[in-house]
């Protein structure tokens, strides 16, 4: 079932103080415990960057996608979108929509965070079934890897994003999901709040840190988590060799960033491997030909990444 089919058709949950856009794909669930999964997306996303996942699942699975406040067809919310009222957020949908089947929790980016509040917020209880993160940011993350380089930054001034990475060339979504992404991400509305998460970004790792649910893992027992990690220099290779192209930088600034590059992969690496800490049943895999945004240029890894939770849920019933 083609999650483009939903797009225009969202069901407007009030979660009390303003209304949020949920998107239904698959048929109603067979009972009342079979998982089904709800996507997460990351900073500055709308549920459009789902649409190939969402699609390529089994066509007897149910899964929702949603529109965080102040994108698309949700309304703004009255709160800064701080990962914790995000993740609080998100327990008003499920609850008001209400979603009652146990969840798969399918999150890109930050959703590394927000899933992790939302964790905090809610516990470990029967409403989660499984998580998978893609390419998923760790609450050390700023720690160990900046995405936000000064000199990373400098070079990639005034190449587009999509185009310089590869991915509007390389992406898997129809003509039709591609051109809602693009169209979505050129309005007002969406520069407003992408604005306002990018500001609310760094300081929620720091904000999560404190908590230290590190001393607490594993957080979700043996519920199965499944971790999917990005090649990040393969975006940043070729945002760097577009950068160049333009004159971009000094010569100090390029040969930082060409360092940047050789140790991402391996830092990444090791980040990906501290998400396997929340459950004593966990995977990593890598999806190899693909940087950042691994659910537009290999959804199919983010496909078997739900198989494989599903698998393994079956197995343990």
């Known amino acids: 079932m083609s999650s483009s089919n939903h797009s225009s058709n969202p069901t407007l949950v009030n979660i009390g103080t303003h209304s949020l856009a949920l998107y239904t794909h698959g048929p109603e669930p067979r009972s009342s415990k079979d998982p089904v999964v ?38 703004p919310s009255p709160l800064a979108p701080t990962a914790e009222n995000i993740a609080l957020e998100l327990s008003y949908l499920i609850e008001k929509a209400p979603i009652s089947n146990p969840l798969i929790l399918v999150g890109h980016s930050w959703a590394g965070v927000l899933i992790n509040e939302f964790i ?5 209880g029967p409403h989660i079934a499984g998580v998978v993160l893609v390419d998923a940011n760790h609450e050390t993350m700023p720690q160990v890897l900046n995405v936000n380089d000064p000199d990373l930054v400098a070079i990639s001034e ?33 520069n407003v709040i992408a604005d306002k998460e990018d500001i609310a970004y760094a300081p929620s790792f720091e904000t999560l840190r404190a908590k230290e649910l590190s001393k607490r893992q594993p957080l979700l027992g043996d519920k199965p ?18 950068g160049v192209e333009k004159g971009n930088g000094t010569e100090e600034q ?27 049943r966990s995977k990593l895999v890598f999806a190899r030909e693909s940087g950042h945004f691994v659910q537009l240029t290999q959804p199919d890894v983010v ?3 739900v198989r494989w939770v599903l698998d393994e849920l079956q197995t343990s019933s």
């Not at 990444?268 to 929340?278: I, R, T």
């Open 225 to 242: 988590v499944y971790v999917i990690g990005g090649m990040r220099s393969r975006d940043w290779s070729r945002m760097y060799k577009a």
């Open 38 to 75: 709800l996507f997460v997306s990351g900073v500055a996303s709308s549920s459009l960057s789902w649409a190939a996942v969402a699609r390529q699942l089994s066509p007897s699975l149910r899964s929702y996608t949603y529109d965080r406040s102040g994108y698309r067809n949700s309304e």
């Open 158 to 190: 005034g190449v587009e994003s999509y185009a310089g990475k590869g991915i509007k060339a390389e992406h898997k979504l129809t003509q039709e999901e591609w051109d809602a992404l693009m169209c979505d991400e050129s309005t007002e509305k969406y």
């Open 254 to 280: 390029r040969s930082n960033v060409r360092e940047l590059i050789s140790t991402a992969d391996e830092k990444s690496e090791g980040l990906m491997k501290e998400h396997l800490k929340l459950s004593t």
């Open 120 to 124: 905090f917020l809610t516990g470990n």
């Open 303 to 305: 496909v078997d990444g």
